[in-house]
């Protein structure tokens, strides 16, 4: 096939990329999202701060506009994020306890009762492991409710939309030796022995080049899938773009069979959270650049 989307298809995969609802509007940004992606996640419209801005109060403008864009093209759509320590409302980041813990669960089944039947995977709880050695939950006011925060969290998410696939998303868990890798194993292991639903893992990968996209990135991947998972990547973006690293990493989703697909995060470089650093498949101008034609011969 021509174009990412169909190629992935043919793989029994996906492609999708992150959009942002300001963009639709732009048409050099809707040719390529509609030409070549039949996946989409919500750059930042779903998150906490976007859906719940004042407790109590929803606002799913900007979701519902990404969704439908995404639905009437036969797209799916990955929800990013239910519960989160970043990017939360002034309310939110305020509060403690058992009050947080009880208006992160009503968060969770307010935005995915809204959702419901609508989005193919959650990712129900982002980021929530420590960086470096110590292989512990990362400090948030989230972890301070409680340890059984994230099972909880997926126990709620469930009970609101039963038919979604609901994943744990990361980063720097790429590496298969490092201790946060290890960590989230550890407790998606422990969730399915003790029968917490949980569908999926989300490796953002966001590399900076050959030094943090590790060789046993597929080892990563295939032992996630070990343990009765869907694995995704979810937030795919590598600094200036090496084709090789694109490749590498695209071989290694289809070498491992419940790697189901390929998320960038954005289509242009323009579009990027890291514009600084050229690290997507489109030039500023809309042209694929070597990692795209690296990407679709893989594929
Ligand atoms: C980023 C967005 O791309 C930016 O627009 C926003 O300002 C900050 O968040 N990990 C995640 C994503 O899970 O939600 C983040 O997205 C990038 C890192």
Redesign the pocket.
Known sequence: ATTLGASAAERGRFFGT?VAAGRLSDSAYTTILNREFNQVTP??EM?IDATEPQQGQFSYGNADRIVSHARSRGMQVRG??LAWHS?QPGWMQSMSGSALRQAMLNHITQVATHFRGQIAWWDVV??AYADGSSGARRDSNLQRTGNDWIEAAFRAADAADPNAQLCY?D?NTDNWNDAKTQAVYRMVQDFKQRGVPIDCVGL?S?FTGGSNYPSNYRTTLSSFAALGVDVHIT?LDIRNAPADAYRNVTNDCLAVARCKGITV?GIRDSDS?RSGESPLLFNGSGGKKAAYDAVLTAL
Request: glycine fraction near 0%; proline fraction near 0%.
């Open positions: 992150a750059e930042n998150k990013h994020t990017q982002n980021e998303n980063y953002q966001h937030e995060w959270w």
